[in-house]
């Protein structure tokens, strides 16, 4: 299965110069774990990294730093790992595995960001692989019993 298939397709960006309570009020906004960094403007277009909903809480709140008063920039992760939009989800999972991350930016070969897929997106589109696994199990084991009912009814008649 290829990654775009899972991938979130919206990236949401923020400059490296906003605060840590900003990135937060914007994750919540827009319902999203991740930022992609971006500088300032008026070069906002270049991007410098990724800041996560967790690097909010291990790097800056649980050192006690004020939200106010620290910036993205200070604690985001300079280097973005990437996949290729062309990759399959194992390529992607071997990626996260090695690197010891939960996100992944989705890009095209010629370096334009497509999209973000976090750990979350593969187990989700694992859960749905799986039901329907488990619906064709049930589906089967119903018909073997209604043709086994069917098999003794007309016995008994």
């Known amino acids: 299965m290829n990654i775009t298939s ?12 906003a605060t840590l309570d900003k990135a ?10 991740a930022l992609i960094v971006s500088e300032d403007q008026p070069y906002a277009e270049r991007t410098l ?7 909010l809480v291990i790097k800056a709140m649980a050192e006690g730093i004020a939200p106010r008063s620290c910036t993205v920039g200070e604690v985001m992760t300079p280097a973005l790992a990437t996949v290729l939009s062309t990759a399959s989800v194992s390529e992607a999972l071997r990626i996260m595995r090695t690197r010891g991350i939960r996100r992944l930016v989705v890009g095209e070969p010629d370096g334009k960001l497509v999209g ?16 329907g696994l488990s619906g064709i199990l ?3 084991l119903e018909r073997e019993m209604g043709t086994a009912d069917q098999r003794r009814n007309t016995h008994l008649a």
């Open 49 to 55: 990294g990724i800041v996560t909903d967790r690097d």
């Open 24 to 33: 937060a009020a914007l994750m919540r906004e827009r319902h999203v774990g």
């Open 6 to 17: 899972v991938q979130t397709p919206n990236i949401v960006r923020i400059e490296r110069s």
């Open 138 to 140: 049930r589906n089967e």
């Open 116 to 131: 973000i897929v976090s750990l979350d997106d593969i187990i989700d589109m694992f859960g749905a692989e799986l039901a």
